[in-house]
């Protein structure tokens, strides 16, 4: 069975096209991150109290695998013989390898079934145990002003792939000037991905340039995910002049203190450059950071995973609300997110209302099976009719007028598994009415 499920998984991989081909990323990574919520104020402690949670909570048997230490773990210095990179001792008094194993360990403690196939290029999906990940920048200096890996690739990869590292997020501040055109920016970035192909251990590699120059063009084959804008901010749509932008095609500044629903909008045109192994990045999840509500979660939540951005959550693990929990394990919405398809959702339409907008997405999954979403950004609630002339406009007229029976994905069914038949409908769906900043959607699957 499994021999056979591999094969068809093969199969079905081998036939799409792909981006770096390190076999990693054929759907979007999922894992932790500690930047959003601790900053620099890292340790091996908290690092290692968070896998385990991870592990507590069920959020690895979801998907979430890669635990990943973010800026600030670096020695004030390199190793000053070997110019190789050196841990904060203060923070990491065993060394990151120690932390790494120990990270690797956890799945398999807690007797879960730890399955990797390996044949070829492909690395099978399911595998429980976590992986572990680390952060560097293309420049002199990182963005919290630790050495950086410029000119220092070869040796920070080898010692990356020695640590047992599986991901490294790569960012852009301090780069002495190489960005401005496409061309410089690859030469950049592209330096560290063939360094870390070179060392022969699958490294997941996340560009981190905030959009620059067009990753989306230059990034797909040296990557398998690229941020697209300046720092997400835990703020439903605030405009903030640090994140000055108003699209993120041709951005000469993309900043930070973006706010949740602008990164939205940046994406919007940018879903067609996505596909299997490389991945446009939305940037980490503020989901139970407090600074939105339960339904802008919700939003926050539901267009990282239509949009197929890597989900990286950014909160407390070791303490959160039973809503945080139950918004980041909306199976119904991580399955969208994992589809095999690899298609991002597409906006059909965006139409102003007082103080905001609403927008209607839609997308298709594997076998047949199609969603669509309504987001609302005014303050007020609005009621829109949703014609499926719209939805479907990519699948022609017979997919347009023939019916389909919709599930509401934000909501549980009988059982208490997330998605609740709405019944059957045919041509629109009428009435819908929507709250201030939520998102609601559906899943259509054609009735006979
Ligand atoms: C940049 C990145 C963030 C984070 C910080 C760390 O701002 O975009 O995601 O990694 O640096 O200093």
Redesign the pocket.
């Known amino acids: 069975m499994l021999l056979l499920s591999a094969l068809l998984t093969f199969i079905l991989h081998a036939s799409k096209v792909r981006g770096l081909d390190n076999g990693l990323a054929i759907t979007p990574q999922m894992g932790w991150n500690t ?1 959003n919520h601790f900053g620099c104020d890292i340790s091996e402690t908290s690092i290692l109290n968070t896998a385990k949670a991870m592990v507590a909570n069920n959020l690895t048997k979801l998907g979430y695998e890669y635990v990943l230490i ?2 600030c773990w670096q020695a004030p210095a390199r190793d000053p013989n070997t110019g190789a990179p050196v841990a904060n001792s203060d923070k990491f008094p065993r060394g990151i390898k120690a932390l790494a194993d120990d990270v690797h360990a956890l799945g398999m403690k807690v007797g879960q079934l730890h399955v990797t196939i390996s044949f070829g290029w492909l690395t099978s999906r399911g595998d429980p145990s976590q992986k572990f990940g680390i ?1 560097s920048n293309a420049g002199k200096l ?3 002003s630790r050495f950086g890996s410029l000119g220092h690739e070869e040796i920070d990869a080898k010692t990356y792939a020695e640590w047992g590292v599986d991901y490294l ?1 790569y ?1 852009n ?1 301090y780069n002495e000037g190489q960005a401005g055109t496409p061309k410089l920016s690859f030469d950049r970035f592209a330096a560290m991905s063939y360094a870390l192909n070179a060392t022969g251990r699958p490294i997941l590699y996340s560009v ?1 340039n ?1 959009g620059e120059d067009g990753p989306w063009n230059f990034a797909p084959t040296i990557a398998n995910s690229w ?1 697209i804008s300046g ?1 997400i901010m835990d703020n439903f749509g605030r405009f903030d002049e640090r994140c000055p932008c108003t699209s993120a095609l041709d951005c000469k500044l993309p900043g ?1 203190n973006c706010a949740m629903a602008r990164i939205i909008d940046f994406a919007a045109p940018l879903g067609q450059k996505a596909r299997q192994g490389a991945w446009n990045d939305l940037d980490m999840l503020e989901i139970g950071n407090g600074g939105m509500t339960y339904d802008e979660y919700v939003s926050h939540f539901t267009f990282w995973s239509i949009l197929k951005s890597p989900l990286i959550l950014g909160n407390d693990i070791t303490n959160m609300s039973p809503e945080t929990l139950e918004i980041i394990t909306n199976k119904a919405i991580i399955d969208i997110n994992q589809d095999p398809a690899a298609s991002p959702a597409t906006r059909r339409w965006k139409r102003s209302v007082p103080g905001g907008d609403l927008s209607l997405w839609s997308g298709s999954l594997v076998n047949y099976r199609f969603i669509f979403a309504l987001l609302n950004t005014s303050p007020k609630s609005q009621t829109v009719d949703i014609d499926f002339t719209d939805v479907f406009v990519d699948q022609g007229t017979v997919y347009q007028h023939q019916p389909y029976a919709l599930s509401d994905l934000w909501q549980k069914d009988a059982s208490g598994n997330w998605g609740k038949p709405l019944g059957t409908f045919q041509g629109s769906l009428s009435k819908v009415v929507i709250g201030s900043h939520q998102t609601k959607i559906w899943m259509a699957v054609p009735a006979p």
Do not use: N
């Open positions: 930047y973010d800026d952060y990182t963005c919290g997020k960012d501040c981190c905030w941020r720092d930070f």
